[in-house]
């Protein structure tokens, strides 16, 4: 079995939800409905490169998540040993709401993790503005779905 059996129905019902919940969850997390706003008031001085590149890798990550999560879910049934697998695209999956929608404008799971510590952070303060991270999620998540297409069909 290969990975295309996740765009076959009914599967791909399963991902186009997943996604779904997955960036609502993302901008509801962030905070990113509230962003939007003062994007639109602020559109002279935003970084528009930045913006739509972080917007583009967040969808980027929600679909690897919801592909991640059918088809650990069909091999799970199907074999019922891929927990390395399944971890990895978990991890990947939190590590796209750490970071939320736009690392730069909203707060990000991570970010209000630390505040509840007394520690500010923001992913400004990182080299790419934390589009670093995101790339790092998406390594993460294509790395879970080579895992878990690579593992074998259990034989009866």
């Not at 209000?112 to 998406?138: D, T, Y």
Request: hydrophobic fraction near 55%.
């Amino acid at each position: 079995m290969n990975l295309k059996i996740v765009f076959k129905k009914p599967h791909i019902y399963q991902v186009i939800g997943i996604f779904l919940i997955y960036i609502l969850l993302n901008i509801w997390l962030s905070g990113f409905y509230n962003t939007i706003k003062l994007i639109i008031i602020y559109a002279s001085t935003i970084n528009w490169f930045e913006l739509i590149i972080s917007i583009i890798l967040t969808l980027t990550i929600g679909v690897l998540v919801s592909v991640n999560s059918v088809y650990a879910y069909i091999k799970y049934k199907e074999r019922k040993k891929c927990l390395n697998e399944a971890t990895m695209a978990v991890a990947g999956g939190i590590g796209g709401l750490i970071v939320g929608v736009c690392p730069l404008c909203v707060t990000g799971l991570f970010p209000l993790i630390f505040s509840f510590f007394g520690i500010g952070f923001s992913f400004a303060s990182l080299p790419l503005k934390g589009i670093e991270v995101q790339i790092l999620v998406i390594i993460i998540l294509l790395i879970s779905l080579f895992m878990l297409n690579k593992t074998k069909e259990k034989r009866i």
